[in-house]
C-alpha cells in the first residue's frame, strides 16, 4: 500500500505560480510512475503530468506544456509540480498519483493503483 499526501494548493492570480508537492509514505517507492491529474467542477478527471521512476520520462497534457514542470526526489519519496504563468482554467482539485506502468501508457488514469486526496487550485482573473 502507497499512501500520498499532495500540499501547496491555493489561491492565486492569473499569471501567478504555485508549487504543489506529494510526500510518498507506506510500501517502497522505488519502481512507482508517479503522475498528476486534476478534476474541476461538472469536469471528469483529467491527465496533467506523469515522471518515470528514473525521472527522465516525463508527459504532459497539451494545456500545460510550457508553464507547468514535473520533477521527484526518490530519496525524499517525494513528486513536486511546479506551475507557472497560471491561468482561471487551471482552477481544479489536483491529485497525485501513483502505479507501476510503462511511459506509454503514462497518461492513462486506468494506470494508477494509488490516489491522494487532492490538494485545491484556485486562479482568480
Known amino acids: 500500500q502507497v499512501q500520498l499526501v499532495e500540499s501547496g494548493g491555493g489561491l492565486v492570480q492569473t499569471g501567478g505560480s504555485l508549487r504543489l508537492s506529494c510526500a510518498a509514505s507506506?510500501?517502497?517507492?522505488?519502481?512507482?510512475?508517479m503522475g498528476w491529474f486534476r478534476q474541476a467542477p461538472g469536469k471528469e478527471r483529467e491527465f496533467v503530468s506523469a515522471i518515470g521512476w528514473g525521472g527522465s520520462n516525463t508527459a504532459y497534457a497539451d494545456s500545460v506544456k510550457g508553464r507547468l514542470s514535473i520533477s521527484r526526489d526518490n530519496a525524499k519519496n517525494t513528486v513536486y509540480l511546479q506551475m507557472n504563468r497560471l491561468k482561471p482554467e487551471d482552477t481544479a482539485v489536483y491529485y497525485c498519483a501513483a502505479g507501476l506502468t510503462v511511459t506509454f501508457r503514462m497518461k492513462s488514469i486506468m494506470s494508477y493503483n494509488y490516489w491522494g486526496q487532492g490538494t485545491q487550485v484556485t486562479v482568480s482573473s
Open positions: 507506506g510500501r517502497t517507492f522505488n519502481g512507482y510512475t
